[in-house]
């Protein structure tokens, strides 16, 4: 069990709703959105849960029912107030957290579950890209109630699509294909195809200080970096994870510092300059570790959810140590 630095984790239980995602706010910097499923998202409905925290913990601002497991959520780049979720039904929702009730948006046009949805953070967009096991990516304009364009390509179900951070119109994918793919909005086509793992990849992260630096994470537990100009080997492999990757993530105030989390109930951090990149391992759930987000505001503040009912807000001592 690692120790957590600056006060003990602030934590709150949802009865009967298992966490798939959790979001820091872009604008406040206490407030935090968990996507959740009934039924490890097998069967049941899901619910978006908005919190704030304050010096005594975490507390519910606002919930929201779904009528099937919700599995990702994104917040709008140009509105505070508002989220985007998706769903096991082949849907996202959009929603407004200043209304008690929603949604006010559904967009249903995959055909299975949609596990991916990200809100593109290039200044002058405002688009937003879905990835679903229906093996096809989907680019949408909130304000127009139908995709904009589909891209085809994946052979497999996709279980991450993440707008890149710098290069606008572009995102990459990842999918149970055990490939990475790079694509352009303008050409509407794939860029790059790269057979990253050999194995189903869940998830995949833009580096925020290196265009050309993704990092992926798979079934076979390893995180590999990707150098975009020389695909034909990763730049760095971090190994230890025992189960699944689910979600990583890279650092918005440290260039090669990273987390990931996992099926093996732990969140890691990293950082592939150091020889032994390791740097600390969390373990504080005890069930899937599903969502994982670091915060903008804070360098030090990170949040996760997970299958056990219980979302968590913490400093890890690596990131409060300089």
């Not at 009865?15 to 998202?41: I, M, N, T, V």
């Not at 127009?144 to 364009?149: A, D, E, Q, R, Y």
């Not at 189903?200 to 993704?214: A, M, P």
């Not at 510092?257 to 732990?266: G, K």
Request: with cysteine; hydrophobic share 35%; net charge negative.
């Amino acid at each position: 069990m690692s120790a957590v630095g600056v006060g003990a984790a602030r934590t709150l239980r949802v009865p009967g709703r298992h966490g798939y995602a959790a979001e820091f706010s872009p604008y406040l910097p206490d407030r935090l959105a968990c996507a959740a499923a009934q039924h490890y998202g097998i069967a049941g409905c899901g619910t978006l849960l908005v919190l704030d925290q304050n010096e005594s913990g975490l507390r519910l601002f606002r919930s929201f029912d779904w009528s099937d497991g919700l599995f990702d959520v994104t917040w709008s780049e140009n509105n505070e107030h508002v989220l985007v979720t998706c769903s096991g039904d082949g849907s996202l929702q959009l929603w407004d957290t200043a209304k008690a009730t929603g949604p006010l948006q559904v967009y249903k046009e995959h055909s299975q579950e949609v596990y991916s949805v990200d809100w593109s953070q290039t200044r002058g967009e405002q688009l937003v890209v879905s990835g679903s096991w229906d093996q096809t990516v989907k680019l949408w304009d909130p304000t127009v109630g139908k995709s904009l364009c589909t891209f085809r390509g994946h052979e497999s179900v996709i279980y991450s699509t993440i707008w890149s951070p710098h290069i606008p119109g572009c995102f990459a994918s990842t999918s149970g294909d055990q490939t990475l793919r790079i694509w352009d909005m303008k050409t509407t086509g794939v860029r790059i195809v790269i057979p990253a793992h050999q194995a189903e990849i869940l998830s995949c992260d833009w580096c925020k200080y290196n265009e050309n630096l993704l990092v992926t994470g798979a079934v076979d537990c390893s995180l590999r970096g990707w150098d975009l100009r020389n695909v034909r080997q990763p730049v760095f492999e971090l190994l230890g994870h025992t189960y699944a990757i689910k979600r990583v993530k890279f650092s918005p105030f440290h260039a090669s510092v990273l987390a990931s989390c996992s099926y093996d109930f732990t969140v890691r951090f990293w950082n592939f300059s150091k020889p032994d990149p390791l740097l600390e391992t969390v373990e504080h759930h005890t069930e899937f570790t599903c969502g994982l987000d670091l915060s903008l505001h804070s360098p030090t503040q990170v949040a996760d959810c997970a299958w056990d009912e219980m979302i968590k807000i913490y400093d890890p001592a690596c990131l409060t140590v300089p």
